[in-house]
């Protein structure tokens, strides 16, 4: 189906526009609560480019962003070779920026202190071996795996570049990678719509072993054949969402709801929503999984710069704030910091790559 939403660009992203997104400014909320940003991208797309120099621009827009996590996102694999190892292409590149930004020259923000890069879970015996190769390219900072696993039949679903197969999640050869994974002490990050959430949760009974970080609160639609469905698409999410939340393994990240699958309509209204209007929004998502997973078991993440064509990033850390008032210090610390940098790794980062959220 062709895209005629003007404002759609690659994969039906919505289109950054940054004059647009400074028609809403508001004052920073608790702006000494440490942050880990546990879910971000970059490419390199012309003029849609986000790198380095784009990241620590949001990252630095007033909220105290002490480390951020890179995922997977199909960039700079390498042009030949194998075809399973031309992912590592992507893991030299984000380490290199991760290494830029080590060198304290672009300000205290750790960019990429844990990357989570891809190895195809399906190709059987070669898991180990690639794992072993990614973790020796990024020089201590491989942290977990993310496939391409976003997939439903109807054509104005997708949030991907390159459509993946229908089918990864259920094939009996991933749940084995996903074994290999488990051995090797890493978590799987899991993209998916809410549609295949049962196939999360089978996969995460069948390796219990296994994290499962599942992104973007699990994948509400609102397009295509979901338009107009809120409600249902809610009941039938909250069933499913709870019916992970009672499998120990699994993990939620709290955010990607300024995509356009979502059905929000925020990035076609005159002027940016302020951080009130996201949070009554969302709230009916966020609070469904604080509650059921505990806070323990959430991390907020910022899905940039594909959450960018809805909102700024102070704008989104500040919803993300409005969301979490009424916790306790500890419960905050987790949302915003501690279940990342426990699912992750952070803290068993070496010396030179750590994160000190105790820093001023």
């Known amino acids: 189906m062709a895209v005629t939403d003007p404002l759609l660009g690659h994969g039906r992203q919505i289109i950054v526009r940054e004059e647009w997104l400074r028609l809403t400014e508001e004052p920073v909320l608790e702006p000494g609560l440490p942050i880990v940003d546990p879910h971000h991208h970059l490419w390199q797309r012309g003029a849609d480019s986000y790198l380095l120099p784009e990241l620590l621009a949001d990252t630095g827009s007033g ?13 700079m694999y390498r042009a030949a070779g194998p075809v399973e190892e031309r992912s590592l292409g992507e893991t030299e590149f984000v380490t290199g920026v991760a290494a830029a ?18 190895v195809d879970l399906t ?8 794992l072993d190769a990614h973790r020796a390219a990024a020089g201590g900072r491989f942290r977990g795996i993310r496939n391409r696993t976003a997939w439903h039949p109807s054509p104005e679903v997708t949030t991907n570049l390159v459509a993946p197969p229908p089918g990864p999640l259920e094939n009996p050869a991933f749940a084995q ?35 499962i970080v599942v992104d973007h609160v699990g994948g509400p639609l609102g397009i295509g054949p979901f338009v107009a469905k809120q409600a249902e698409v809610f009941a039938e999410w909250k069933q499913r969402m709870l019916a992970l939340a009672a499998l120990p393994n ?11 699958v979502t059905g929000f309509d925020f990035h076609r209204r ?6 009130q209007a996201l949070a009554d929004t969302w709230r009916p998502y966020i609070e469904t999984c604080i509650e059921s997973f505990g806070a323990g078991r959430c991390m907020f993440e910022s899905n940039f ?9 102070a704008v989104l850390w500040n919803a993300f704030k409005r969301l979490a008032a009424g916790a306790g210090a500890a419960e905050k610390t987790a949302l915003f910091s501690g279940t990342a ?20």
Request: glycine share 12%; charged share 15%.
């Open 63 to 75: 909220h105290d962003i002490r480390a951020t996590i890179f995922v997977q996102c199909g960039e």
């Open 101 to 118: 930004s080590a060198s304290g020259r672009h300000g205290p923000t750790r960019a990429c202190a844990g990357i989570i890069g891809m």
């Open 123 to 130: 190709v059987g015996d070669k898991v180990d071996a690639l």
């Open 177 to 211: 990678g996903a074994r290999r994974l488990a051995g090797h002490g890493l978590p799987l990050d899991v993209w998916c719509y809410h549609t295949q959430l049962p196939h999360v949760i089978a996969l995460a009974r069948a390796v219990p072993e296994l994290t």
């Open 250 to 260: 699994v993990v939620v990240k709290l955010g990607g709801l300024a995509m356009y």
């Open 270 to 275: 005159p002027q940016p929503p302020g951080s």
């Open 305 to 313: 710069p594909v959450d960018k064509g809805m909102c700024s990033y």
């Open 341 to 360: 940098m426990r699912v992750y790794g952070l803290e068993r980062l070496p010396a030179a790559l750590s994160v000190d959220l105790a820093a001023a």
